[in-house]
């Protein structure tokens, strides 16, 4: 498994302003990627995070919502802009070990609450 | 039709009995299998992989897979009241490097 930290693990925000989510990984991974889960819902992908590139969306997520870098292969970033109440929810970032099996592993989520 | 359907539940056992979890998909070339664990508050745990038909144990959880049918399954034998909680069935389809989520079954073990 990895051992995947993430920071904040909870906020509160105002309406119109951004908060950036970090992503830390004990080891490097071969794949990084940010959900999204509203409460009472299962979770949702927002993008695949590439490393050296632009992300790969999901559909009905956009690069200026929700800008993610990953500079290296154990650490990633997802912005939250301009939010809204609708934003409040719980996301989370996954990996894929670099050379191992499919198997995803969570981090422990941040909680955002926007006022 | 959703990619990957689970009944919602609640699904509420006796502790000791055997807690049967059902998930179905749909991209019938989908190679990877998985069963996640989530607490109230916390993030997703995973219990178990399978890739191939038939059986796979760990401990007290039995992921049974039949592709044929496209059909997934987790029996949770011995019940323990720190089972309760939602399971989420996810699944690698044979195209992408994602892997899709159902919605989840809540799980309730009443003592």
């Known amino acids: 498994s990895a051992v995947i930290s993430q920071k904040p693990s909870r906020d509160i925000c105002q309406r119109g302003t951004s908060l950036t989510i970090q992503c830390q990984v004990d080891?490097?991974?071969?794949?990084m990627f940010w959900y999204r889960q509203q409460p009472g819902q299962s979770l949702t992908l927002i993008a695949t995070?590439?490393?050296?590139?632009?992300?790969?969306?999901e559909s009905g997520f956009v690069i200026d919502k929700f800008p993610i870098s990953r500079p290296n292969l154990t650490f990633s970033t997802l912005t939250v802009s301009n939010m809204s109440p609708e934003d409040s929810s719980i996301y989370l970032c996954s990996v894929s070990k670099q050379g191992g099996t499919d198997t995803q592993y969570f981090g422990p989520g941040t909680r955002l609450t926007v006022l | 039709q959703k990619e990957v359907e689970q009944n919602s539940g609640p699904l509420s056992v006796p502790e000791g009995a055997i807690a049967s979890l059902n998930c179905t998909y749909s991209?019938?070339?989908?190679?990877?299998f998985f069963w996640y664990r989530q607490y109230s508050g916390k993030s997703p745990e995973l219990i178990m992989s399978i890739y191939s038909n038939g059986d796979k144990e760990d401990g007290r959880f039995t992921a049974q897979l039949n592709k044929a049918s496209q059909y997934v399954s987790l029996l949770i034998r011995d019940s323990q009241p720190s089972d309760s909680a939602t399971y989420l069935c996810a699944v690698k389809g044979s195209s992408a490097s994602k892997i899709i989520f159902g919605s989840g079954t809540r799980l309730s073990i009443r003592p």
């Open positions: 995070a590439n490393q050296g590139s632009e992300a790969t969306y």
């Open positions: 991209d019938r070339g989908s190679q990877s």
């Open positions: 080891s490097q991974v071969t794949m």
